[in-house]
């Protein structure tokens, strides 16, 4: 196993209130006034994903790079090592961020925008992974959730591309976005460095024929794999 711990910044927080901290100063440096890639562009997307061994305390990261255009696999790397924080609701990034910057080190290609299985503003602290990771790497990033979070919404439309707000109160922290006709949507939120009309615009450029965007769908796999093969 490659023991990404070592690559942790000595001053990595350890406890809840360390994290909580840290959260609070890396916030005030997210972008949220640029749109992002094109979506029409050439782009290297990279989806980034991790799976866990709870009884071995183990944690595998994936970073897959796609042409955008093709959805070709142009990249990919993984890293294994120990999981860096313990589990707090609201705090997971703390325990995935290490080594998923060992895999993205990893990748031969540089990537146009990072594409995490989680969320990004829709986060009850406005800085969830994509947020975070975006902040460290500079990055354009967006998270894409499977589930709401805590947060409520009206079911879009039925049809690929319609949206609706992702609201926590009145404020709209994402979109619920329809990948596939008749098919339950994605959670799209901004991570940094993209607006929220490009960041479905990304989504929907790389979910073609399945709910997931293949970025998302291509780390989780590689990510499994990784940890099989600890």
Known sequence: ??????????????????????????????????????????????????????????????????????????????????????YVPGLLAFREIPTVLAALDRLTVEPGLVVCDG??????????????????????????AKTPFTFRYEQPGPLRGDTAPLLDGEEEVGRALRTREGVKPVFVSVGHRVSLDGACAQVLRLARGFRLPETTRAADALCRAALRGV
């Open 1 to 86: 196993m490659t023991d990404t711990s070592r690559s942790v910044p000595p001053d990595w927080p350890t406890t809840e209130a360390e994290a909580t901290a840290v959260q609070d100063e890396l916030r005030g440096r997210v972008i949220l006034d640029e749109p992002g890639p094109a979506p029409d562009a050439p782009l290297v997307a990279v989806g980034v994903d991790v799976a866990y061994d709870d009884e071995r305390d183990v944690v595998a990261a994936a970073a897959v790079a796609l042409d955008a255009a093709t959805l070709e696999v142009v990249g990919q790397a993984t890293a294994v090592g120990r999981v860096s924080f313990p």
């Open 119 to 144: 969320y990004g503003l829709a986060h009850p602290r406005r800085f969830g992974l994509a947020s975070h990771l975006g902040v460290l790497t500079g990055l354009p990033t967006v998270g894409v």
